[in-house]
């Protein structure tokens, strides 16, 4: 058993260390172009919750959390803000971009990067948005069954 709790968080820290690599890449292009970008900290927080969560959904038994119950259960209480926060995050982007368009975020390039890296923002944005609302929703859902599952082991 303690050779698999080993392997267990080797596996948590590549996935850690995957997560990261993919925020990089996936923000690199806005960062390296518009050096002042209002919604990075949101949009770090939706791709890192996106990326995790999903992977909690479909591997949750092979993770640490397999049989940590508490844990389950703060990720569980965990979910109920973090959905309002995502819901807060989305509409403030929208309303930013509906306002002042994409020009405000990129107003230091030219014309066709603006356009480019401008619809590149949006749909990144809203594209990780969303699905980070549903991986949240989802592994709440994927949590209380799992406790149900562990709690009534051999049962039917």
């Given at each position: 058993?303690?050779?698999?709790?080993k392997?267990?968080w080797?596996?948590?820290?590549?996935w850690?260390?995957?997560t990261?690599i993919?925020?990089?890449?996936?923000l690199?292009?806005?960062v390296?172009k518009v050096?002042?970008?209002?919604?990075?900290?949101?949009?770090v927080?939706?791709l890192?919750v996106?990326i995790?969560?999903?992977?909690?959904?479909?591997?949750?038994?092979h993770?640490?959390?397999?049989?940590?119950q508490?844990?389950?259960?703060g990720?569980?209480?965990?979910?109920?803000?973090l959905?309002?926060y995502?819901?807060?995050?989305?509409?403030?982007?929208?309303?930013?971009?509906d306002?002042n368009?994409f020009?405000a975020?990129?107003?230091?390039l030219?014309?066709e990067?603006?356009?480019?890296?401008?619809?590149y923002?949006k749909?990144?944005?809203?594209?990780f948005?969303v699905a980070?609302?549903?991986?949240?929703v989802?592994?709440?859902f994927?949590?209380?069954i799992s406790?149900?599952r562990y709690r009534n082991?051999?049962t039917i």
């Open positions: 058993m303690q050779e698999e709790t392997l267990q080797r596996l948590e820290a590549l850690w260390i995957v990261i993919a925020i990089v890449a996936i690199f292009p806005i390296s050096p002042d970008y209002r919604f990075l900290v949101s949009n927080i939706l890192l996106f995790t969560f999903t992977r909690y959904i479909f591997q949750l038994k993770t640490f959390l397999g049989t940590r508490k844990i389950k259960a990720i569980m209480l965990i979910s109920l803000p959905t309002g995502i819901i807060q995050s989305i509409s403030n982007f929208q309303a930013f971009i306002e368009g020009a975020l990129v107003k230091n030219t014309f990067e603006q356009e480019s890296l401008g619809w923002i749909t990144e944005y809203l594209f948005g980070a609302l549903f991986a949240v989802t592994l709440f994927r949590m209380i406790i149900w082991k051999g």
